[in-house]
């Protein structure tokens, strides 16, 4: 299943983020900065503002 998250480089997005991980979903990820986060496999990030 793929999953949008909005926010994930806050306290919040990143527990999501993990779980999501975790259980093996592909997570495209939308970030004001990407500087901010390391992402795993299956993520895709784009910056936005």
């Avoid at 983020?17 to 997570?27: D, I, K």
């Avoid at 986060?37 to 784009?46: A, M, T």
Wanted: with cysteine.
């Amino acid at each position: 299943m793929k999953v949008l998250l909005l926010g994930a480089t806050g306290r919040l997005g990143r527990c999501i983020l993990e779980e999501l991980t975790r259980e093996g979903f592909e997570v495209n990820i939308l970030v004001r900065s990407s500087e901010r986060l390391s992402p795993g496999e299956n993520v895709k990030v784009y910056a936005g503002l």
